[in-house]
């Protein structure tokens, strides 16, 4: 295959004791990142995202690879998180550091289910938090639903910058997930709507209150002189109204509409799995 410089070779993971082929060596050594099993990207697609990627590791000592293949069940059992720990340990992926796992990034995508994992590795744990994942995730996946693979790679490398830079700024990609639909076990739940605080509930009803009243209270002064009057016929002056023909006038019309709903895009939901020295969240595109 001309897009790589090496032979690529990912075997089917049939027994616990056969490896998978290494994926990240070239035959002149070099670190290869983006590996592109499922053939979806271009020689000069590829060759720009692998420039990108050796870059934001010769900057920031931490790399970041692509893995593309065509279905991630041909690769090991379990769930696609499972399946990209795998992939990471028997390829030797990352730089050795001070944790269980070589410090590190890889985004897994299976293209016949349309499947993705988003993985951190040692370190990188740190770096790529859950909430973190959930950020450049907004910006990717958009691009990858609708098939724009190489501007989706290219914008999960520059999330992957970005949170970088982040940490070593002394301010981590952090937050709630909850506001992305997952609760404190990482479960998706739905995206939770932002509500009021309480000082604006109590501003809005002071408010509410206060307004109408002031408006009533203006009316009322200027209503203290005038007197009651008590037959329907002492508020008509004479011969001032003349019915001359009938007509029906519409002050408002309401309408009832049916929202029509689209077929459910993938990409909802997706779930979160940690331990042994990686964090991922996986889900569909």
């Known amino acids: 295959m001309k897009k790589r410089l090496f032979a690529l070779a990912l075997a089917l993971l049939m027994l616990a004791a056969l490896a998978i082929p290494a994926l990240a060596d070239s035959t002149d050594g070099m670190m290869v990142y983006i590996i592109d099993e499922a053939d979806i990207l271009t020689y000069n697609e590829w060759q720009s995202l692998e420039e990108k990627a050796e870059k934001l590791y010769a900057e920031y000592g931490i790399p970041a690879y692509i893995v593309i293949v065509d279905d991630y069940s041909d690769y090991g059992s379990g769930g696609i998180w499972s399946v990209a720990d795998a992939i990471w340990?028997?390829?030797?992926?990352?730089?050795?550091?001070?944790?269980?796992?070589?410090?590190?990034?890889?985004?897994?995508?299976?293209m016949s289910e349309r499947d993705f994992d988003n993985g951190s590795y040692g370190k990188g744990q740190e770096i790529l938090?859950?909430?973190?994942?959930?950020?450049?995730?907004?910006?990717?996946?958009?691009?990858?639903?609708?098939?724009?693979?190489?501007?989706?790679?290219?914008?999960?490398?520059?999330?992957?910058?970005?949170?970088?830079?982040?940490y070593n700024s002394g301010t981590?990609?952090?937050?709630?997930?909850?506001?992305?639909?997952?609760?404190?076990?990482?479960?998706?739940?739905?995206?939770?709507?932002?509500?009021?605080?309480?000082?604006?509930?109590?501003?809005?009803?002071?408010?509410?209150?206060?307004?109408?009243?002031?408006?009533?209270g203006i009316g009322q002064s200027k209503m203290k002189n005038v007197h009651k009057k008590f037959e329907a016929?002492?508020?008509?002056?004479?011969?001032?109204?003349?019915?001359t023909r009938q007509q029906d006038i519409f002050t408002h019309v309401t309408q009832?509409?049916?929202?029509?709903?689209?077929?459910?895009?993938?990409?909802?939901?997706?779930?979160?799995?940690?331990?042994?020295?990686?964090?991922?969240?996986?889900?569909?595109?």
């Open 172 to 216: 981590p990609v952090d937050g709630d997930i909850g506001e992305y639909g997952y609760n404190e076990n990482g479960e998706y739940v739905g995206k939770r709507e932002k509500g009021f605080t309480l000082g604006e509930i109590i501003i809005t009803a002071l408010a509410s209150l206060g307004i109408p009243g002031i408006v009533v």
């Open 129 to 166: 938090t859950d909430y973190g994942k959930l950020i450049i995730e907004d910006d990717f996946l958009g691009y990858f639903r609708n098939d724009n693979w190489y501007a989706g790679f290219d914008a999960y490398l520059s999330g992957i910058e970005y949170c970088i830079t982040q």
């Open 256 to 285: 009832s509409r049916r929202r029509i709903e689209r077929e459910s895009s993938s990409g909802g939901g997706g779930s979160f799995h940690s331990g042994g020295g990686s964090s991922h969240h996986s889900g569909k595109f």
């Open 89 to 110: 340990d028997a390829n030797e992926l990352g730089i050795s550091g001070d944790y269980e796992r070589a410090d590190g990034f890889m985004l897994l995508m299976s």
């Open 233 to 243: 016929m002492d508020y008509i002056v004479p011969n001032s109204m003349r019915l």
